[in-house]
Nanobody, 121 residues
Framework: QVQLVESGGGLVQPGGSLRLSCAAS????????MGWYRQAPGKERELVAG???????NYGDSVKGRFTISRDNAKNIVYLQMNSLYDEDTAVYYC???????????????WGQGTLVTVSS
């Protein structure tokens, strides 16, 4: 069993910052890519940022230069530092882990339950 638990969401004013965390629990040997996606009301889920086990990152065009993804491989935690937030960043943010190897089996993809980020004055 593998679980991803996000934290750090909340209400922030435009121009503000938030830091999201996502911790993977279970008897995990390794995780390949980890990432953050978001889904705003009435819109499809989109990639926000991704990071490989080796630390190579990629970002959605709308967040480049404002958001930074990082991870702690020893603790199986991925972070998303969000700066200069706009109203349009309001969404539920989901953590994702790909190719999770545990003592029992390999999970191709695991999702967290999501954390709400609201940017509003």
């Amino acid at each position: 069993q593998v679980q991803l638990v996000e934290s750090g969401g909340g209400l922030v004013q435009p121009g503000g910052s938030l830091r999201l965390s996502c911790a993977a629990s279970g008897r995990i040997f390794s995780i390949d890519d980890m990432g953050w996606y978001r889904q705003a009301p009435g819109k499809e889920r989109e990639l926000v940022a991704g990071i490989t086990k080796g630390g190579i990152t990629n970002y959605g065009d709308s967040v480049k230069g404002r958001f930074t993804i990082s991870r702690d491989n020893a603790k199986n935690i991925v972070y998303l530092q969000m700066n200069s937030l706009y109203d349009e960043d309001t969404a539920v943010y989901y953590c994702n882990a790909k190719n999770v190897l545990t003592h029992l089996r390999r999970f191709l993809g695991v999702w967290g339950q999501g954390t709400l980020v609201t940017v509003s004055s």
